[in-house]
T-cell receptor, first 113, second 115 residues
Framework: GQQLNQSPQSMFIQEGEDVSMNCTSS?????WLWYKQEPGEGPVLLIA?????ELTSNGRLTAQFGITRKDSFLNISASIPSDVGIYFC?????????????FGGGTRLMVKP | EAEVAQSPRYKITEKSQAVAFWCDPI?????LYWYRQILGQGPELLVQ????????DSQLPKDRFSAERLKGVDSTLKIQPAELGDSAMYLC?????????????FGPGTRLLVL
């Protein structure tokens, strides 16, 4: 089945630094989504990308939908302690029933004050 | 802001026992999903409903797992009997309709520990 490779698996950075993470796939997706998950909670949607090449920002977060439709990246600028969590990419493509979401393995972000 | 509700938040059970999880999607959302998330991994789809109908349960271990959404609103996921390997977070998500690439909104999850 479809698989998403997300990297890095974890990052430990100093407050104020910029962060970059990415996802690659062997399959094409029609939509890329980036979620953040905090301990004991469900994933919360950060950014949704709907077109190849699209670059979208949400505050300090910026994400891009790769031209090949097989990859996406997420950047966080000027990190702060509340950015701590696990970031998941997800690719979305129509299945027979509707839309199917495939998740990457996550990037665990730790920020040192 | 409307949210997906799940209960219980935590469940501890012994293997061979039956467990059930409940989900109430965002009002008006026709599509409901159950995911399983093993610690350290991303969520994996178990079953997808469109209204009251199951439209994708290809990844649901049907020998022990069952899911229903009788009135097309809230849903129940059951495991009987539970096994040690079922320990995970069970997430419910909903989206407005199917057929399009609608964004899925997740509930807080039920964390299951099987002893």
């Amino acid at each position: 089945g479809q698989q998403l490779n997300q990297s890095p698996q974890s990052m430990f950075i100093q407050e104020g630094e910029d962060v970059s993470m990415n996802c690659t796939s062997s399959s094409i997706f029609n939509t890329w989504l980036w979620y953040k998950q905090e301990p004991g909670e469900g994933p919360v949607l950060l950014i949704a990308l709907y077109k190849a090449g699209e670059l979208t920002s949400n505050g300090r977060l910026t994400a891009q939908f790769g031209i090949t439709r097989k990859d996406s990246f997420l950047n966080i600028s000027a990190s702060i302690p509340s950015d701590v969590g696990i970031y998941f990419c997800a690719g979305q493509s129509p299945n027979n029933a509707g839309n199917m979401l495939t998740f990457g393995g996550g990037t665990r972000l730790m920020v040192k004050p | 802001e409307a949210e997906v509700a799940q209960s219980p938040r935590y469940k501890i059970t012994e293997k061979s026992q039956a467990v059930a999880f409940w989900c109430d999607p965002i009002s008006g959302h026709a599509t409901l999903y159950w995911y399983r998330q093993i610690l350290g991994q991303g969520p994996e789809l178990l079953v997808q409903f469109q209204d009251e109908s199951v439209v994708d349960d290809s990844q649901l271990p049907k020998d022990r797992f069952s899911a229903e959404r009788l009135k097309g609103v809230d849903s129940t996921l059951k495991i009987q009997p539970a096994e040690l390997g079922d320990s995970a977070m069970y997430l419910c998500a909903s989206s407005p309709r199917t057929g399009g690439l609608e964004t899925q909104y997740f509930g807080p999850g039920t964390r299951l520990l099987v002893l």
